[in-house]
């Protein structure tokens, strides 16, 4: 595992250059109570300073534990936080689209994250900030995350590094321990995990990002994710007349 303190200063680094080079004021990074939006808000507040970032805690049916959370990490960091509760939209958008077409199960779940992204976006163009996506490199890797939804953002610092590395940031930077200590969760059901949906573990995704050897069952169901969630990590392929 690289040293996180080399770790955080490359990654501030690299976002005040981002934030210089788009002209924008800031950033905005929602607030979830759990571990990567907390390392977001932390590196965000080291380049930027505490006035040119905003959080924002986003519930949607979300259990009380993670207001708890996003607020206990917000006071502890020392940035403004927002809370926008999305729970009645979603009833609301749910009374819209099901008479049409019900949702199944997990595109119903994804209507949450493509809220909050909605959200995100018009903060950060009210205010003329950026949206910073909190995805790091296990969940790129195999696309454990939802399309246009948390996935849709300006600029992704922890993309680079696996949770181990997640982890040791936020004991550095003084996220509180709850928050780093709990199981990593979307939240978008009740008990949901993500080591528990993905029939992975972070240990054993950590390793194949790193590209150390994993047990061959990991690596081949790592790869198949990976397999099919690439169009997740590109731009939609675009028409091009004549090359066909
Ligand atoms: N080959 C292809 N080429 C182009 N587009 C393709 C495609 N295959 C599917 N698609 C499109 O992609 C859609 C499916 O992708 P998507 O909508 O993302 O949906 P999907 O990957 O099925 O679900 C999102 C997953 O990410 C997890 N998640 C979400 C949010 C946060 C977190 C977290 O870690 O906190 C985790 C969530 O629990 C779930 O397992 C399809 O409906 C289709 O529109
Ligand atoms: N309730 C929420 N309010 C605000 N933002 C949210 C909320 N839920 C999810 N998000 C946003 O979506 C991102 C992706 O969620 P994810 O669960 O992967 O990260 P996390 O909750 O920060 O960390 P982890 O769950 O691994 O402890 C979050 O980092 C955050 O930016
Ligand atoms: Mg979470």
Not at 68 to 76: D, G, I, N, Q
Not at 96 to 112: F, H, Q, W
Not at 140 to 161: E, I, Q
């Amino acid at each position: 595992m690289r040293d996180a303190r080399k770790l955080i200063d490359a990654i501030e680094k690299w976002m005040s250059q981002i934030i210089s080079a788009s002209g924008a004021g800031g950033a905005v990074v929602g607030l979830s109570g759990g571990i990567d939006s907390a390392v977001a808000a932390a590196l965000l507040k080291g380049a930027l300073g505490t006035e040119r970032v905003i959080t924002v805690y986003m519930p949607c049916h979300s259990i009380p534990l993670d207001g708890e959370h996003a607020r206990l990490t917000a006071e502890a960091l020392g940035v403004k936080m927002l809370t926008v509760d999305l729970s009645e939209t979603f009833d609301v958008y749910r009374r819209t689209i099901d008479p049409v077409m019900e949702p199944s199960t997990l595109a119903a779940a994804n209507i949450k994250p493509r809220l909050r992204m909605i959200t995100a976006y018009s903060i950060a163009q009210t205010l003329g900030y950026l949206v910073c996506g909190t995805g790091n490199k296990d969940e790129l890797t195999v696309g454990y995350f939802t399309k246009y939804g948390d996935g849709g953002s300006d600029f992704m610092p922890l993309a680079d590094l696996t949770k181990a590395e997640v982890r040791a940031i936020a004991r550095e930077v003084g996220v509180p321990p709850p928050v780093v200590e709990k199981p990593p969760s979307a939240g978008l059901w009740e008990g949901q995990t993500d080591e528990q949906e993905m029939g992975l573990s972070y240990e054993v995704l950590d390793a194949y990002v790193s590209g150390q050897p994993v047990d061959e069952k990991s690596r081949r169901e790592i790869e198949r994710r990976r397999r099919i969630s690439e169009h997740k990590r590109k731009m939609p392929p675009i028409c091009v007349i004549g090359a066909v």
